[in-house]
């Protein structure tokens, strides 16, 4: 984790744990190479998905006055700015029949599943929601190693965005329906839509009920209150 931080503080480069990991490999590597040889390090992600973990839980939540002037550079990527141009039509998404028969497995597999990815904030936040409330929940990480084999996570995903037509993690079924992402979640639990789907597929809650997800998210995210 050092030379993670020390790659956003000395080089500018905003990655994870497994880049820090691949730096320190590398300078191993140089202490042993010949003179003048060049070293590969991939950086195999970005940091982004690490600021709920120990990796930047040093970094306060607000920012200074000077990183506030320093985000009015870009007001496309300000909460209430005008937003960045909006992408190209969507190109239709197709799977194939491997990965639409394990897909159609893990949905069938428990009464609540979750797609999600090892070190995806939101999908931390699902967790620690479903934990909270006693849920029970099988959790298929798609970007898992066991699913790395054959590109069969990348497939899978491939074969869940053309099945339920959403292409962000996580998505949720319950009793094999489709229910939705994070945030859809936590909003049918307010509204009380979500009690009723686990009722409804005789799933029992053995933790709090009286639960606002929203205190699970992330701390730098804008809050939102209930409507």
Same mark, same amino acid.
């Given at each position: 984790?050092?030379?993670?931080?020390?790659?956003?503080?000395?080089?500018?480069?905003?990655?994870?744990?497994?880049?820090?990991?691949?730096?320190?490999?590398?300078?191993?590597?140089?202490?042993?190479?010949?003179?003048?040889?060049?070293?590969?390090?991939?950086?195999?992600?970005?940091?982004?998905?690490?600021?709920?973990?120990?990796?930047?839980?040093?970094?306060?939540?607000?920012?200074?006055?000077?990183?506030?002037?320093?985000?009015?550079?870009?007001?496309?990527?300000?909460?209430?700015?005008?937003?960045?141009?909006?992408?190209?039509?969507?190109?239709?998404?197709?799977?194939?029949?491997?990965?639409?028969?394990?897909?159609?497995?893990?949905?069938?597999?428990?009464?609540?599943?979750?797609? &999600?990815?090892?070190?995806? $904030?939101?999908?931390?936040? %699902?967790?620690?929601?479903?934990? /909270?409330?006693?849920? +029970?929940? #099988? !959790?298929?990480?798609?970007?898992?190693?066991?699913?790395?084999?054959?590109?069969?996570?990348?497939?899978?995903?491939?074969?869940?965005?053309?099945?339920?037509?959403?292409?962000?993690?996580?998505?949720?079924?319950?009793?094999?329906?489709?229910?939705?992402?994070?945030?859809?979640?936590?909003? &049918?639990?307010?509204?009380? $839509?979500?009690?009723?789907? %686990?009722?409804?597929?005789?799933? /029992?809650?053995?933790? +709090?009920? #009286? !639960?606002?997800?929203?205190?699970?998210?992330?701390?730098?995210?804008?809050?939102?209150?209930?409507?």
């Amino acid at each position: 984790m050092r030379l993670s931080h020390e790659l956003a503080r000395r080089e500018g480069v905003f990655a994870g744990i497994s880049s820090g990991a691949g730096i320190a490999g590398a300078i191993e590597v140089a202490k042993t190479a010949d003179p003048g040889a060049t070293i590969l390090v991939m950086l195999p992600d970005t940091g982004e998905r690490y600021l709920s973990t120990p990796l930047f839980a040093d970094v306060p939540v607000d920012m200074t006055e000077a990183e506030v002037e320093i985000s009015r550079s870009t007001p496309s990527a300000q909460f209430g700015g005008p937003g960045a141009p909006q992408p190209a039509a969507p190109v239709l998404v197709t799977a194939d029949t491997e990965a639409k028969q394990v897909l159609a497995k893990a949905i069938g597999s428990e009464p609540v599943v979750v797609f &999600a990815l090892e070190w995806c $904030e939101f999908c931390w936040s %699902l967790r620690n929601f479903f934990e /909270a409330i006693g849920l +029970a929940y #099988r !959790v298929v990480e798609i970007d898992a190693v066991a699913m790395q084999g054959n590109e069969l996570g990348g497939r899978v995903r491939r074969a869940l965005t053309a099945h339920t037509g959403v292409a962000t993690i996580p998505q949720v079924f319950v009793g094999g329906e489709f229910v939705g992402g994070c945030t859809d979640v936590f909003d &049918a639990w307010r509204a009380g $839509e979500l009690q009723k789907k %686990l009722a409804a597929a005789a799933i /029992a809650l053995t933790g +709090a009920t #009286r !639960v606002d997800p929203y205190e699970m998210l992330p701390k730098w995210l804008a809050r939102r209150e209930p409507a």
